[in-house]
T-cell receptor, first 112, second 114 residues
Framework: AQSVTQLGSHVSVSEGALVLLRCNYSSSVPPYLFWYVQYPNQGLQLLLKYTSAATLVKGINGFEAEFKKSETSFHLTKPSAHMSDAAEYFCAVSENTDKLIFGTGTRLQVFP | NAGVTQTPKFRILKIGQSMTLQCAQDMNHNYMYWYRQDPGMGLKLIYYSVGAGITDKGEVPNGYNVSRSTTEDFPLRLELAAPSQTSVYFC?????????????FGPGTRLTVT
């Protein structure tokens, strides 16, 4: 069965520092992987998606993620955090189906 | 193009009351979904629909009902509201992406049952 684990429910960084949000997945077949962002009191917005075309995926707002099959990971990174990046981030997996399985989320705080 | 819209934004219900959460999409997506989001729990799928007239249960369907009479609308019905249904509810529609579906979310409905 597919599942997603997000390590760290809260991550704090200083403005300008590297952002690293961790996501590990479990899947019996090559998965489709997604990162969504949720700003306060809003719905989820797609940041980026992995569909097996390229292992390094670039998304919106300067974020990117690398699919590593050997580590079953799909960590989200951004070289330099902005205050506006403060939000909750969700990793999700789909095993060639019409449904997504979401992780429990990581709340990112950015300090000036 | 409004995407996915949800009404109301907020609602307070008393225990035992009923209500319908409305969801509409204008992207002509066949797939639609209802999730609930509780703190620290991520999103849990309540019901989903693969097209008009077809619905199926998700992970946490108890206490809810859905219908899908048109491609655009997917209302969620709560009968006999309970405090455990206090949550934020999100509707989403799905666009085919090779073998999976990319989902687009509405802004959510925050429901409190007291």
């Amino acid at each position: 069965a597919q599942s997603v684990t997000q390590l760290g429910s809260h991550v704090s960084v200083s403005e300008g520092a590297l952002v690293l949000l961790r996501c590990n997945y479990s899947s019996s077949v090559p998965p489709y992987l997604f990162w969504y962002v949720q700003y306060p009191n809003q719905g989820l917005q797609l940041l980026l998606k992995y569909t097996s075309a390229a292992t390094l995926v670039k998304g919106i707002n300067g974020f990117e993620a690398e699919f590593k099959k050997s580590e079953t990971s799909f960590h989200l990174t951004k070289p330099s955090a902005h205050m506006s990046d403060a939000a909750e981030y969700f990793c999700a997996v789909s095993e060639n189906t019409d449904k997504l399985i979401f992780g429990t989320g990581t709340r990112l705080q950015v300090f000036p | 193009n409004a995407g996915v819209t949800q009404t109301p934004k907020f609602r307070i219900l008393k225990i035992g009351q009923s209500m319908t959460l409305q969801c509409a999409q204008d992207m002509n997506h066949n797939y639609m979904y209802w999730y609930r989001q509780d703190p620290g729990m991520g999103l849990k799928l309540i019901y989903y629909s693969v097209g008009a007239g077809i619905t199926d249960k998700g992970e946490v369907p108890n206490g809810y009902n859905v219908s899908r009479s048109t491609t655009e609308d997917f209302p969620l019905r709560l009968e006999l509201a309970a405090p455990s249904q206090t949550s934020v509810y999100f509707c989403a529609s799905g666009k085919p992406l090779a073998g999976a579906y990319e989902q687009y979310f509405g802004p959510g409905t925050r429901l409190t049952v007291t």
